[in-house]
C-alpha cells in the first residue's frame, strides 16, 4: 500500500515539475515577446515629420507673403503677444503690458528670452522690426499703421504712443520680432521652439526639442500633390475643395480649420424683426455649403464663434413658419460665387413663400445684402454692423480691459444679435489639412496658426 502511495505520489510530483517547466518556460517567452513588441513598438514610431509646400518666397518673417511661410516661420519666430487657439492673446517675447491711455501702452519684456544664439532679446530688437515693417511692403504694416512713436524706458521696457486710438490694440502686437544683428543674413535667427538648420530653395530643414521638420518645397501643386499621394510628404495645407480630383480619398485624412473669409447677409434695411428672424429660419446652411463647397465650408452662427466670446447656449435655429407672401431685394456684386449664392438662398426661399428678387449690383438700400468679410484678429464685431448707434455701443465696449467683463458685454450685443438679426452668418471659408494616415495627433487650429498642438504629432513608420 505504501508503495503504491510512493509511486503515485512521485508520478503525480513528476507531472507537477513538467507543467511548472512549461509555465516558466512560457512566461519567459511571453516577456521576452512582449519586450520585443514594447521594443518595436518604439521604434516603429518617430517625432520627425515632412511638410509640402509650394508658395515659398522667403524664409524671412517680415517679408514673406506666403500663407504657408506664415505658418512655419511662427515655429521659429516669436511676437510680442500670441494670439491663442480660441483667438485669446497671451505672452510672447513681452511678459507684461498695461494701456495707459488710449493713445499710450506700455511694454515689459521677458527678461528671460534669447535669441537661438544665446543673445539677450533687447527693446532695440523691437525698435528694429517696427521700423522694418514700416519701411518695407510688409503684411503686418497694417497692424502698425498708427503707431507713431517707441520710448525706451529702460533695458526691457518700451513705451507704445499711437497716432490715434486703436481698438484692441494688444491683438496686433502678433508681428514676428526679428534679431538686429542678423536680419540681413540669409538666415534671420529666431527666438521659437525651432531653429534652422538647412535653408536653401528646395528644403528647409528646422529642429527643436526631440523634433525635426522637414520643408520640402515644389514649384507646383501637382508637384506637390504627387508627392503626397507618394508618402514623400506627410502634411500638406490646401484651400483648394476639390483636391481629391488630383489625389483620390484615400490613405490620408482631412481636417478643416476656419478660414478668414466670413460670408452673411445684411438684413438692417428690413425694420420688421419677424420677418428676419423668417429670413434666417429658412435658410439651409448646411445645403448652401453641400451644394457650393462639398461640405468643406463650415457653417457659422456668428463671426466670434470661433473664438471665446459666444454663449453656445445660443447656438440654436428657431423653426419658424411663414403663411404670408413676403417680397425682398437681395443685392449681391456680379462675382460668379455670389450668383451662385444668390439663386440658391433664392430658391430656398421661394419654397416658403419668400420672392426674392436678385439685383447683380450693390444696392446700399436693398433688403438683404450679400456680403463677405475678411475676418481681423482683433474681436472687433462692429464691422459686420450697419447702424452707428451699435457701432458706437460696440466701441465703447471694446476700451474694457477686464476680459471678464468685456464676455459679459459681448454677450448681452450676441444675446441682441440672435433676438433681432441684423444680419444673417452663412459660413466660413476653411483650410484644409491633409495629412497621411501614419501621421496622429491634434491638428485642430485657426487660421491664425496651425500648428498649436505639433508637440502631440507622431508618425508610425
Not at 413663400?353 to 481681423?376: F, G, H, M, R, S
Amino acid at each position: 500500500m505504501s508503495l503504491k502511495y510512493f509511486k503515485y505520489a512521485f508520478i503525480i510530483t513528476i507531472i507537477i515539475l513538467i507543467i511548472a517547466g512549461i509555465y516558466i518556460i512560457y512566461i519567459k517567452d511571453s516577456n521576452k515577446t512582449g519586450d520585443t513588441y514594447t521594443a518595436n513598438k518604439e521604434k516603429r514610431t518617430t517625432q520627425d515629420i515632412n511638410i509640402g509646400i509650394t508658395e515659398f518666397d522667403t524664409i524671412n518673417p517680415i517679408l514673406t507673403k506666403s500663407l504657408e511661410m506664415q505658418y512655419i516661420t511662427k515655429l521659429i519666430y516669436e511676437p510680442l503677444i500670441n494670439i491663442t487657439i480660441d483667438f485669446n492673446i497671451e505672452p510672447g517675447i513681452a511678459e507684461e503690458w498695461s494701456k495707459l491711455d488710449e493713445l499710450t501702452y506700455i511694454i515689459k519684456l521677458n527678461e528671460g528670452k534669447t535669441w537661438q544664439n544665446g543673445d539677450k532679446i533687447e527693446v532695440e530688437d523691437i525698435e528694429f522690426t517696427i521700423k522694418t515693417i514700416k519701411e518695407t511692403n510688409s503684411i503686418y504694416k497694417e497692424n502698425i499703421e498708427n503707431l507713431e512713436k517707441i520710448e525706451k524706458i529702460n533695458e526691457n521696457t518700451l513705451k507704445i504712443y499711437l497716432s490715434e486710438p486703436v481698438e484692441f490694440f494688444e491683438y496686433l502686437l502678433c508681428f514676428p520680432i526679428v534679431q538686429e544683428k542678423t536680419y540681413n543674413e540669409n538666415t534671420p535667427v529666431g527666438s521659437g521652439k525651432y531653429k534652422i538648420d538647412e535653408n536653401n530653395e528646395e528644403i528647409i530643414k528646422l529642429s527643436g526639442q526631440n523634433r525635426k521638420i522637414t520643408i520640402k518645397i515644389y514649384k507646383s501643386i501637382t508637384e506637390l500633390y504627387n508627392n503626397f499621394t507618394r508618402e514623400n510628404v506627410d502634411l500638406i495645407l490646401t484651400k483648394n475643395i476639390n483636391y481629391e480630383e488630383y489625389i483620390g480619398n484615400i490613405g490620408f485624412e482631412e481636417n478643416l480649420i476656419p478660414g478668414r473669409e466670413f460670408y452673411y447677409i445684411s438684413c438692417e434695411n428690413i425694420e420688421n424683426i419677424e420677418t428676419r428672424n423668417i429670413i434666417n429660419a429658412n435658410i439651409n446652411k448646411e445645403k448652401l455649403i453641400y451644394d457650393l463647397y462639398k461640405k468643406r465650408y463650415i457653417k457659422a452662427d456668428f463671426p466670434l464663434e470661433y473664438g471665446s466670446y459666444l454663449n453656445a447656449e445660443n447656438n440654436t435655429k428657431e423653426e419658424i413658419s411663414n403663411s404670408k407672401k413676403i417680397k425682398l431685394t437681395l443685392s449681391i456684386n456680379p462675382e460668379e460665387e455670389t450668383k451662385q449664392i444668390a439663386e440658391i438662398i433664392k430658391e430656398q426661399l421661394s419654397e416658403n413663400n419668400i420672392e426674392i428678387t436678385i439685383q447683380n449690383y450693390e444696392n446700399k438700400k436693398a433688403d438683404l445684402i450679400l456680403k463677405k468679410q475678411t475676418v481681423p484678429i482683433t474681436p472687433d464685431i462692429s464691422i459686420y454692423f450697419e447702424n452707428e448707434e451699435t457701432k458706437k455701443e460696440i466701441s465703447k465696449i471694446s476700451n474694457i480691459e477686464n476680459k471678464d467683463i468685456l464676455k459679459q458685454e459681448y454677450e448681452k450685443i450676441i444675446n441682441n444679435y440672435y433676438k433681432e438679426k441684423p444680419f444673417i452668418s452663412l459660413y466660413f471659408n476653411s483650410y484644409i489639412i491633409l495629412h497621411n494616415n501614419k501621421l496622429k495627433g491634434d491638428f485642430s487650429g485657426n487660421w491664425y496658426n496651425i500648428f498649436y498642438n505639433i508637440d502631440t504629432w507622431y508618425k508610425v513608420i
